[in-house]
């Protein structure tokens, strides 16, 4: 588990993406994402709860945005989900840096 007591949703994250949270990415959500790469890239809520430290119905809710905008994907089509029946979410490395990419390629200045 990552270092530190969080509170509520303030999950401890790397000082090399803190900065990220000024743009608005949620704590919890970096928090997750990191929590899927040291995972290998694929984990379960209970394992991503475990690591971050979060509440399990903020990762649950957490990981349905992050499915919604293409960064995690799910082993189990959303319409077959049941209770009780752990998802292992993967990380979408590709559309994640993509998206970094292009918020990159959009903000350097022009000569």
């Known amino acids: 588990m990552m270092s530190g007591v969080p509170q509520r949703n303030q999950a401890p994250i790397p000082a090399e993406v803190e ?32 690591e971050t430290g979060l509440i399990r119905p903020t990762v649950f809710r957490m990981m349905r945005s992050l499915e919604g905008a293409g960064y995690v994907s799910g082993s189990i089509p959303p319409d077959e ?10 990380l979408q490395t590709p559309k ?8 990159i390629s959009t903000v350097q200045p022009t000569p």
């Open 19 to 50: 900065d990220l949270v000024v743009l608005g990415i949620s704590r919890p959500k970096v928090a997750i994402l990191v929590g899927l790469a040291r995972f290998g890239g694929a984990a379960t809520v209970s394992a991503l709860v475990d």
């Open 81 to 90: 989900r049941r209770g009780g029946v752990e998802v292992t979410w993967t």
């Open 96 to 103: 994640l840096a993509r998206d970094l990419q292009a918020l």
